[in-house]
């Protein structure tokens, strides 16, 4: 019992700290500035051609999906995939039991 209401303070001040969401998904449009970043549970996260994001992006059992030249900060993902187009450039990635595509032409770290 002390577990299950330690896992969920500690995911209740995870999303109260950035945008993010359950079940609801994240989209960044093409050639747009998010600052924020953001964190959702199952639910994808969708980043745009061109599309900067500043703030790092978190998922769990959701997708991460980088479009043809957008920048962000670090990805994680668990239980999900993390698919990067071509010229994308982010900071770290971690990958717990999801599959990771690389574009040609991308940069991480």
Do not use: Q
Not at 53 to 58: E, N
Not at 80 to 105: F, R, W
């Amino acid at each position: 019992m002390r577990f299950a209401a330690l896992v969920t303070l500690s995911l209740g001040l995870s999303l109260a700290a950035c945008d993010g969401g359950l079940n609801g998904d994240i989209a960044v449009a093409d050639g747009v500035r998010d600052a924020s970043g953001g964190f959702t549970i199952n639910g994808r996260i969708e980043v745009g051609a061109a599309a900067e994001v500043v703030g790092d992006l978190r998922t769990v059992n959701g997708s991460v999906r980088l479009g043809t030249g957008a920048h962000s900060r670090d990805l994680d993902s668990i239980n999900g995939s993390i698919a990067l187009a071509d010229k994308v450039k982010t900071g770290g990635v971690t990958s717990v039991n999801g599959s990771l595509v690389v574009g040609s032409g991308a940069r991480i770290g």
